[in-house]
C-alpha cells in the first residue's frame, strides 16, 4: 500500500495530539488517581488485561487513563509495551484446583463437596442506576469498608476446593488426562513468539483464546448457543480466586525441586459439561469438557472461551467451528488495528479507483455519443428512403 506525505503533516500530528491531551482533561477539577482505577474499574482493568496479554494491573489502568477508557486502545498499548519486555523465567504449572477460592458455582450440581460459593458477582442484583454513586465520598466509602470487614464471619479451614471435573472422572464419567512423558518435557507452544498455522495446536488455540476480545468471543460463542454451531452447554464449575506462582530457583540443581514464590495473580477458570460420546478404547460414554481461563474476574469471557474451544474441537460447519475464522477474528489489537488503518491516507489506492470509473464514464460517454450518431445517420436514411417513396406515389 502506498501513502503520499503531506507538507506541514508532522506539526498537524503534534497539534492532534495536544488536543487529545486537552480533550482528555478539559473540565476536569483533578486529575484521576491510578490507584482507584485500578481498584474501583477493576472489571475494566481485568478485560484489558487478559487483551493485553500482560498481569499488571497498575499498567493496565494507566492504559486505560491515557486512552480515555477506551479498552481496545488501552489493550493495544498494553500489547506493545509487553512486547519491549525481556523474558527472565519462565513459571512453573499453575494448577487452578490450588486457586484461593472467592467466588465458586457450579450450574450442574446443586450441592457440590464445599458448596456453592457466590462471592462478588451483579448476578443477582437489579440492573438499576444506582443514583448514589453520584454523591459518593471517601468517608462513606471508608465507613462502609470498616463495617463490612467487622461484621464478617470468618470461618476456619481450607480455601481449596476439589473440582466438580475431578469428581466426574473419578466416577468414570468424564475421560482423565493423560499426558505422555515426551509431552510432559516438550517445549509450550509461545503464540508471542512463533508463527501460529492453521490447523494449530490445542495449546495455540488457547492461548489466542485466553488473549481473545471478550465482545468478539461473546458473539461467536452466542452464536453457536442460538443454532449456528453444536455446543450449549452447562457450566460445570466456575470458579474466580488467587493462584500462586513460583518459578525454578535460579541456582536449584538438575533434579532439584526447590521453587520460589513470586505472587499470585487473581483468574477465572471455566469447565462446561458438553453432550457425551463413546470412549473408542475403553467403551465407556463420557461427556466432553470446556475450558476456559483468563487473567482477572472475566467470567462471560471465560464462558465463551470454553464454548469456543469445544466448538473447535468438534468437527462441522458452523462459523465457531472454523478455526481459521475463530482464531483470525478475536484478537482485538488485529482487528481494531486493520479496522483503524482505513483512517490512514488510502490516496494513491482511491486515486487507482478514481481512475478506473473515470475511464468507465469516459468510454461510456464515447459509446453513447457514436450509438447517437448511429442513431441521426439511421434517422437520416429512413427519411430519405420516406421522401423517395412519396415522390414515387406521386408520379403514378
Do not use: W
Not at 103 to 117: L, W
Amino acid at each position: 500500500m502506498a501513502y503520499v506525505a503531506v507538507t506541514g503533516g508532522q506539526e498537524a500530528i503534534a497539534e492532534a495530539n495536544s488536543l487529545v491531551q486537552y480533550y482528555r482533561v478539559k473540565g476536569s477539577p483533578r486529575s484521576m488517581d491510578i490507584e482507584l482505577m485500578e481498584k474501583q474499574l477493576r472489571l475494566l482493568v481485568d478485560r484489558v488485561m487478559g487483551e493485553g496479554g500482560i498481569y499488571a494491573p497498575e499498567y493496565a489502568a494507566i492504559a486505560l487513563k491515557q486512552a480515555e477508557g477506551d479498552p481496545a486502545e488501552a489493550a493495544f498499548l498494553l500489547r506493545a509495551y509487553r512486547s519491549t519486555l525481556p523474558r527472565n523465567h519462565y513459571s512453573l504449572t499453575v494448577e487452578p484446583a490450588d486457586m484461593r477460592v472467592i467466588r465458586r458455582i457450579s450450574s450442574s450440581f446443586r450441592d457440590v463437596p464445599g458448596g456453592q460459593i457466590l462471592g462478588p458477582t451483579y448476578d443477582y442484583t437489579h440492573r438499576m442506576l444506582n443514583f448514589s454513586l453520584r454523591h459518593e465520598g471517601d468517608e462513606e466509602i471508608t465507613a462502609f469498608v470498616s463495617q463490612f470487614a467487622g461484621d464478617g464471619v470468618h470461618q476456619e479451614g481450607s480455601l481449596t476446593l476439589k473440582k466438580v471435573a475431578d469428581l466426574l472422572r473419578e466416577q468414570g464419567l468424564m475421560a482423565k488426562v493423560v499426558r505422555s512423558p515426551a509431552a510432559e518435557q516438550e517445549e509450550p507452544f509461545d503464540i508471542t513468539r512463533q508463527k501460529m498455522t492453521i490447523p494449530s495446536t490445542r495449546a495455540a488455540r488457547l492461548q489466542t483464546l485466553a488473549r481473545g476480545e471478550t465482545g468478539a468471543m461473546t458473539a461467536l460463542a452466542y452464536s453457536s448457543m442460538r443454532g449456528y454451531g453444536v455446543v450449549h452447554p452447562t457450566v460445570g464449575e466456575l470458579r474466580v480466586g488467587y493462584s500462586a506462582v513460583h518459578i525454578p530457583h535460579p541456582y536449584s540443581q538438575d533434579g532439584e525441586d526447590d521453587p520460589v514464590y513470586i505472587g499470585e495473580m487473581m483468574l477465572t477458570e471455566v469447565e462446561t459439561i458438553n453432550s457425551f460420546k463413546q470412549d473408542a478404547q475403553s467403551g465407556d460414554v463420557q461427556f466432553l469438557l470446556g475450558y476456559g481461563l483468563c487473567f482477572g474476574q472475566n467470567e462471560v469471557k471465560g464462558i465463551s472461551m470454553a464454548i469456543l474451544e469445544r466448538s473447535l474441537e468438534t468437527a462441522g460447519t458452523a462459523p465457531a467451528q472454523d478455526e481459521e475464522f475463530v482464531l483470525t477474528h478475536i484478537d482485538s489489537v488485529e482487528s481494531n488495528g486493520f479496522v483503524s488503518h482505513l483512517k490512514l491516507p488510502h490516496y494513491i489506492t482511491f486515486q487507482s479507483s478514481l481512475d478506473q470509473i473515470r475511464k468507465v464514464q469516459v468510454n461510456q460517454q464515447e459509446k453513447a455519443k457514436k450509438k447517437e450518431e448511429e442513431q441521426h445517420a439511421a434517422d437520416a436514411t429512413n427519411r430519405e428512403a420516406a421522401q423517395s417513396k412519396d415522390l414515387q406515389h406521386s408520379s403514378v
